[in-house]
């Protein structure tokens, strides 16, 4: 009761069109499909290719045939991990929540830092299923009526509408439950110290000083003016943190990483999460609703702060493209012969059109 | 919507009597202070005194004292761990659902267990705090209107009336991040090796095969008669998944455990956290609610299957015995010297009042 976010617009009904309804404001990436003729890689390192993975040689192709590899790859390890077999219909609930769902952009981040150490790679494949278990618990429970009260996702009936808010909200602390499983395989598979690290990444990005952080600062501020360091503040924790480790996790699956790369690769995870967030503001005044698959205008609607309010829209372009060539220059200086994956990301976060 | 399980009877409204107000169902240990005049140890092995732990003299204590030091260091711990200086008020939320509650048995048995095994002493209260925020999240997202709707937890009003339901919904999501954050320290203060086994336990213990699942079990069988064996697979999951993880958390603070203590260990968990239910059923038709701190007759007024409908309250008492008898085996069996504190624990969820 009291505190919690007046619903925003008026929300179409379970079933209505995905492109025209209400589904999501910021911070969050869902085109239904996977992406068709994204970017190719834009000034890929030539001194050497990503690293040849067990079973795969998909590194050896270009960007967009990379990415749908890869997201194939992380929707059939979701599926085979994220379990049927629970009680009470939990588990289906928890697949129907984060299966078959949007870009994978996390997960891509994970596995391309991880290619740019050359690290484990069931490592890396368990730590991009894990940061997208958390941000699929989020988007459950940030839909919920105590939330944003939002009926449709990637053009279906959010959980709660789907299987009811109770099942909904356990569904949703199940699966962040299960990406700290993921990470923490019995048996040999994975070093014990690096599954360490990874738990370690995980739920410091997830939590108060994280990603829950900074969605109970946008809680707090609705009809509340922020200046720009407030919402960078905010961006930064509810979007920029998962975002980032992300990125810290895919490189933390590598061995003997040397300090200054992995530096680099935080400046390059920094740069994106908040270019995320610009590019989202953008879009949001710039793209039509059937383009972004959400309601265009939205967040302006309600009075949301956002970067285009703040700046202005050419002063955010700029800034967009500030960020994505600061990403750029993080990974030339981090000396990773690999992180042309990385790169190519950057720009499809930067100039992806929905 | 939907699946929402009903509100269980009228609820109280803020600030009314604890002990007469409708606060909790069976499944949590809430005594509003720490116990006064908890059992002597019965049949403590003579063999060994607990171990003498860092700073500590109260392992040669009796249990009563044993018992408040531990109960007052995990306060202290948690006090020091659930951060205040969150964004948004989120800490506070945070603190407020943490500190402050109830018997703190988990956390005693994971101390207990580790005692038992000789084991790392930093990472016994890590333990303990982590199981105990995992105890305290539930409880709060339980509380929730579309939950069980509960107003009232330890006399104090819940965290989603005090603070609203967004902020309680996140409160609890950030909990159980900072649960697996405590495991997962930087720099070398606990084995990494000991990081990993203890964030494996907990996360198979929280989710869809452990508690998350027993409360969808328990979601969906409202109205609907269970079996004694599907009463005790959900309380299994319920309430005894994370028991019995306590008891293996702390197990896993100790070096070179044999494996039939570990496995003894185990079956000493799996005893008590059934009898613990079993209790909490006989309790709910014996007690008054004064000395329950809640409501009394509950499961019965909603027609809620119990052990004491099942069996009848004095085949429900020999259960609760055998079950402790049972504990009290598996320690025996164990062979570690220093279990007299676990013997106690077990006499202590079998004997308690409340």
Chains 1, 2 share one sequence.
């Not at 009811?164 to 949703?172: F, M």
């Not at 990470?183 to 110290?193: H, K, N, S, V």
């Not at 955010?316 to 200086?333: F, P, V």
Request: aromatic content about 4%; overall charge positive; glycine content about 12%.
């Amino acid at each position: 009761m009291s505190a919690a976010r007046p619903p925003v617009g008026a929300k179409a009904p379970p079933g209505g069109s995905a492109t025209a309804a209400g589904v999501k404001r910021g911070g969050t990436m869902h085109a239904a499909r996977p992406p068709v003729g994204a970017k190719a890689p834009s000034g890929g390192s030539a001194t050497a290719a990503g690293v040849k993975r067990g079973g795969s040689h998909a590194s050896a192709l270009d960007f967009p045939a990379w990415m749908s590899d890869r997201q194939a790859q992380v929707e059939a390890a979701l599926s085979r991990w994220v379990p049927f077999d629970t009680p009470a219909g939990l588990g289906e609930a928890m697949r129907y929540a984060a299966l078959d769902g949007g870009k994978r952009l996390r997960p891509l981040l994970a596995l391309a830092a991880s290619e740019a150490v050359q690290g484990n790679a069931e490592a890396a494949l368990r730590a991009a299923c894990a940061v997208e278990l958390i941000h699929a618990y989020s988007l459950v429970h940030d839909d919920l009526p105590c939330m944003d009260n939002d009926v449709l996702r990637r053009g279906k009936p959010t959980v709660h509408v789907r299987f009811g808010q109770a099942q909904a909200l356990l569904a949703g602390d199940a699966l962040q439950a299960l990406a700290f499983e993921l990470l923490t395989p019995p048996g040999r598979a994975l070093p014990q110290a690096m599954q360490a690290a990874l738990c370690r990444l995980l739920a410091r990005a997830a939590g108060a000083r994280g990603m829950a952080g900074g969605q109970a600062i946008d809680l707090a501020s609705v009809g509340k003016p922020l200046g720009e360091a407030e919402l960078r503040e905010m961006h930064q924790l509810k979007t920029g943190a998962l975002l980032q480790a992300s990125v810290r996790m895919g490189a933390a699956t590598g061995a003997r990483v040397p300090a200054a790369a992995l530096a680099a690769l935080d400046d390059y995870g920094a740069a994106i999460g908040l270019a995320f967030q610009v590019v989202d503001d953008i879009l949001d005044v710039t793209a039509d609703s059937a383009a972004l698959g959400k309601t265009a205008g939205k967040d302006a609607a309600v009075g949301k702060p956002t970067y285009v309010s703040l700046l202005g829209l050419p002063a955010s372009r700029a800034l967009a493209g500030d960020l994505c060539a600061r990403a750029h220059r993080a990974l030339d200086a981090s000396g990773l012969p690999g992180a042309r994956r990385l790169r190519a990301l950057a720009d499809l976060v930067v100039h992806r059109k929905s």
